[in-house]
């Protein structure tokens, strides 16, 4: 069998530069790919060897105010694995973003935040 995995996802954001600092400050990735992109848009690829977010932007984005959680079609939040999940939530509050959920549940640990563009993330730990 084929091995199968996600390999990334698209989100739009405000400055995808920006966001792309953001992330790889907190998570030590690097930009892989940047550049034009459909409709006079910009897209900035930010990640690791075998996956990444595609941050998205164009002129006429604009900010949506809808709970993700019961709209059909809409992310929810992106899950983020790591390794050491107290050095990645001190990079958070460094970074000056709200913490706002943490759970200890079998098989491990997790946080949530929220980008400056309203992205959830839910930091992971199974170590």
């Known amino acids: 069998m084929n091995k199968i995995f996600l390999e990334h996802a698209n989100v739009t954001v405000k400055d995808p530069d920006a966001s792309a600092?953001?992330?790889c400050q907190l998570f030590?990735?690097?930009?892989?790919w940047q550049g034009d992109?459909?409709?006079?848009?910009?897209?900035v690829h930010v990640g690791g060897e075998h996956?990444?977010?595609?941050l998205y932007t164009q002129p006429d984005a604009q900010s949506v105010s809808v709970n993700s959680y019961a709209a059909l079609g809409q992310m929810n939040h992106l899950g983020i694995v790591?390794?050491?999940i107290d050095t990645?939530?001190?990079r958070v509050s460094v970074?000056?973003?709200?913490i706002t959920s943490h759970a200890d549940y079998e098989?491990?640990?997790r946080f949530y935040f929220d980008t400056p563009d309203g992205i959830e993330i839910e930091v992971v730990s199974y170590s």
């Open 107 to 109: 098989p491990g640990r």
């Open 21 to 23: 600092a953001l992330l």
């Open 51 to 54: 996956s990444y977010i595609a």
């Open 37 to 43: 992109a459909m409709d006079i848009g910009r897209t």
């Open 95 to 98: 970074a000056g973003l709200s």
């Open 88 to 90: 990645i939530e001190q």
């Open 28 to 32: 030590d990735w690097k930009i892989r």
């Open 82 to 84: 790591v390794d050491d």
